[in-house]
T-cell receptor, first 115, second 115 residues
Framework: EPEVTQTPSHQVTQMGQEVILRCVPI?????FYWYRQILGQKVEFLVS????????KSEIFDDQFSVERPDGSNFTLKIRSTKLEDSAMYFC?????????????FGPGTRLTVL | AQKVTQAQTEISVVEKEDVTLDCVYE???????LFWYKQPPSGELVFLIR??????QNEISGRYSWNFQKSTSSFNFTITASQVVDSAVYFC????????????FGQGTTLQVKP
């Protein structure tokens, strides 16, 4: 069964460093998302991406964040200068259809620890 | 404003008991979609169900059932004859306004099923 994959599973970095979190969405999906979950808290939307551009972003997704789909398969989230409060689980998700139709399939997550 | 409230932070039951997880939502949209996801201790998000606002029929899938009531803006989830493997965090989510398909999650309910 097709699945969303994410690498690495755990990333440890020093404050101020840049990190890139990688995702491979399901191959025929067209809509891509990043969410984050601070330990013990709810899952929060960061950004949605369609047709090679951001379609919506939350207030969390500030200038330190960027997303890219550099080729036909990868979908990346970059944090330019990490802060302690960026420590969280980051989930990538994808879906086939627009709007509410079709469920989002989530990857296993990348746990980011900023020291 | 759109919001999902899961008032139960933690629930503990003994195996074979039935348990209901509550979800109350707020939205001004006339068409909307609701979801339940399971997050086991391993951390991934597992899709359980999607329900659109036009369909108020209750749904049953094995030991799982969902009760959607527009009149009370609730979308509750019942597990019948709970098992230890049901232990997880369960999130209710609402598709946000607009066409990007982003999900707005509740705080989650941690279910512990004891043998």
């Amino acid at each position: 069964e097709p699945e969303v994959t994410q690498t690495p599973s755990h990333q440890v970095t020093q404050m101020g460093q840049e990190v890139i979190l990688r995702c491979v969405p399901i191959s025929n999906h067209l809509y891509f998302y990043w969410y984050r979950q601070i330990l013990g808290q709810k899952v929060e939307f960061l950004v949605s991406f369609y047709n090679n551009e951001i379609s919506e972003k939350s207030e969390i997704f500030d200038d330190q964040f960027s997303v890219e789909r550099p080729d036909g398969s990868n979908f990346t989230l970059k944090i330019r200068s990490t802060k302690l409060e960026d420590s969280a689980m980051y989930f990538c998700a994808s879906k086939t259809r627009n709007g509410g139709a079709g469920e989002q399939f989530f990857g296993p997550g990348t746990r980011l620890t900023v020291l | 404003a759109q919001k999902v409230t899961q008032a139960q932070t933690e629930i503990s039951v003994v195996e074979k008991e039935d348990v209901t997880l509550d979800c109350v939502y707020e939205t001004r949209d006339t068409t909307y979609y609701l979801f339940w996801y399971k997050q086991p201790p391993s951390g991934e998000l597992v899709f359980l169900i999607r329900r659109n606002s036009f369909d108020e029929q209750n749904e049953i899938s094995g030991r799982y059932s969902w009760n959607f009531q527009k009149s009370t803006s609730s979308f509750n989830f019942t597990i019948t004859a709970s098992q230890v493997v049901d232990s997880a965090v369960y999130f209710c989510a609402l598709k946000g306004s607009g066409n990007t398909g982003k999900l707005i999650f509740g705080q989650g309910t941690t279910l512990q099923v004891k043998p």
